[in-house]
Every structure is written in structure tokens, then in C-alpha cells.
């Protein structure tokens, strides 16, 4: 499974929705193993204050999505997502993790991993999960 974990500095998850992140790093998960891949910036990211921001814009939603599903993602980490979670669970499973540590999200994976695999499998009765 591939993860891609919501970061701004890529050591600690930020606050912002998953789809506002700087960037994603990106890491295999298998066997109860994490291993790094690579970092992507995000191409959708808006620059704009906050109030400004569009939360839910299904365009955005479904860039990232395709944006994901080519570089074989399988798993959404952030500390929060946006209205636009409930179309992420089709192809992917969120994970909301209460941590700000990149690290401590890492061994969360690492932990939960059958769990994941399995809520993964499930296909259309996925369901986002909480890791804490």
C-alpha cells in the first residue's frame, strides 16, 4: 500500500485540510514496514488566505484524485480532511491521525496496517478511520 501523508515542512502533519498541504510524502506500507518514496508538491495547492479558500470544490477533488491514483496511492493521511473526504473514500482510505509528528503518524501506519489493508479491501463500504 502507498500513503500519502499531508505535510507543509515534511516532518509534521499540518492543520490545514489534506488537500491544502505543500506537499506529500509519500511511503510504502507493507508488512509492517513504512518506507519512503518520494515527496510530490501539490500542483492544486491555492495560495490564498484562508477565508478565500474553496472547501468541497469537486474539481480540485477529483485533480488530486487522478493525481493519486497514477502515482498509486492507496491511503490519505492529515490531521483533518474537508466535505471532500466522502468522495476520497471511493478510491482511497483517509486516515485522520491527532498527532503533529510525521514520525508518530508513521508508526500509527506501521501499527494499524492490517486494519488499514482490510478497511482498504472493504471497496464500497470503505470507511475514513481515526488512528489516535
Not at 514496514?33 to 472547501?55: A, G, K, M, S
Not at 488530486?64 to 466535505?83: A, D, H, N, Q, Y
Not at 498527532?99 to 494499524?112: C, S, T
Amino acid at each position: 500500500m502507498l500513503c500519502a501523508i499531508a505535510t507543509d515542512n515534511g516532518t509534521d502533519l499540518m492543520g490545514r485540510h489534506f488537500g491544502d498541504a505543500m506537499r506529500y510524502n509519500l511511503y510504502h506500507l507493507k508488512e509492517q514496514e513504512i518506507t519512503f518514496q518520494e515527496t510530490i508538491v501539490n500542483p492544486f495547492r491555492e495560495d490564498d488566505d484562508e477565508d478565500e479558500d474553496i472547501h468541497g470544490d469537486t474539481i480540485k477533488a477529483s485533480s488530486m484524485k487522478e493525481l493519486f491514483l497514477e502515482k498509486g496511492v492507496t491511503i490519505l493521511v492529515s490531521k483533518r480532511f474537508g466535505p471532500n473526504i466522502r468522495h476520497m473514500v471511493k478510491n482511497f482510505v483517509p486516515i485522520i491521525v491527532r498527532y503533529d509528528n510525521l514520525g508518530r503518524a508513521k508508526e500509527l501506519l506501521v501499527k494499524y496496517s492490517n486494519q488499514i489493508e482490510e478497511m482498504f479491501n472493504k471497496g464500497k463500504e470503505r470507511k475514513p478511520m481515526i488512528l489516535k
